[in-house]
C-alpha cells in the first residue's frame, strides 16, 4: 500500500478516534443526568477508561495499517504485565477495590464513617485510597484494599448522627435529678 493512503487512513483513524471520544463523552453525560448509577466522580472514572480503550485500539489499528508485527509487542506486553501484576500487587489490589468502592458505594463524600477503628468525614475517594478527615482536623489516608476489607460503619446514611458525652457529677447529686 502507498505511504500516502497509509497516511490518509492513519489520518482518518486519528480524526474517528477523537470523534468517537467526543461522541462517547457525550452519551457518557447523557446516560448520567438520566440515571442515578453514576455520579460526577464515578462518570469522570468510566469516561477515563473507556477513554484509554478507544485509544489502545486506535494505536494497534494505526500499527497495523503501518505494517508493525505486534506479535512479537503482544508477547512482551504480556511477559510485562505479568512481571508488572507480581511486583504491583498491593497497588493493583487497591486500584480493583477502589473500583469495587466507587460503584457499590458504601459511603459518599460528606458522610460519617468508622473504617478500622478510624472515624472521620469522607473527603475523596480516589481510585487508590479513601481520605477521611477527623474531627481533630487531621487528614487520614486509607489505602482502599484496606476499606474494602474492613467493616465500615456509615453514621450519616440514616440522615442522624448520635454523639455519646461522658457527664460527671458532684457526688452529693441526687443522681435521679441528674439524669432526668
Keep these: 500500500i502507498p505511504t500516502?493512503?497509509?497516511a490518509?487512513?492513519?489520518?482518518?483513524?486519528?480524526?474517528?478516534?477523537l470523534i468517537g471520544i467526543d461522541l462517547l463523552e457525550s452519551r457518557l453525560?447523557?446516560?448520567a443526568q438520566d440515571s442515578d448509577a453514576l455520579n460526577q466522580h464515578q462518570q469522570g472514572i468510566v469516561f477515563r477508561v473507556l477513554q484509554l480503550v478507544v485509544l489502545a485500539a486506535a494505536g494497534i489499528a494505526t500499527l497495523t495499517v503501518w505494517g508493525v508485527n505486534l506479535d512479537g509487542l503482544?508477547?512482551?506486553a504480556g511477559f510485562l504485565g505479568i512481571v508488572v501484576g507480581i511486583a504491583a500487587q498491593q497497588t493493583l489490589s487497591s486500584l480493583i477495590a477502589g473500583f469495587v468502592i466507587m460503584f457499590s458505594r458504601p459511603f459518599e463524600l460528606g458522610d460519617w464513617v468508622e473504617i478500622s477503628e478510624v472515624e472521620g468525614v469522607v473527603t475523596d475517594i480516589t481510585i487508590m485510597n479513601t481520605r477521611l478527615r477527623t474531627a481533630w482536623g487531621d487528614t487520614i489516608v486509607l489505602p482502599n484494599d484496606r476499606v474494602s476489607n474492613s467493616k465500615v460503619t456509615n453514621h450519616t446514611e440514616q440522615n442522624r448522627l448520635r454523639l455519646s458525652v461522658d457527664v460527671g457529677v458532684d457526688y452529693s447529686t441526687d443522681l435521679d435529678k441528674a439524669r432526668e
Design 4 to 6: 500516502l493512503v497509509k
Design 8 to 17: 490518509l487512513v492513519t489520518a482518518g483513524l486519528v480524526g474517528g478516534t
Design 29 to 31: 453525560d447523557q446516560y
Design 74 to 76: 503482544l508477547v512482551g
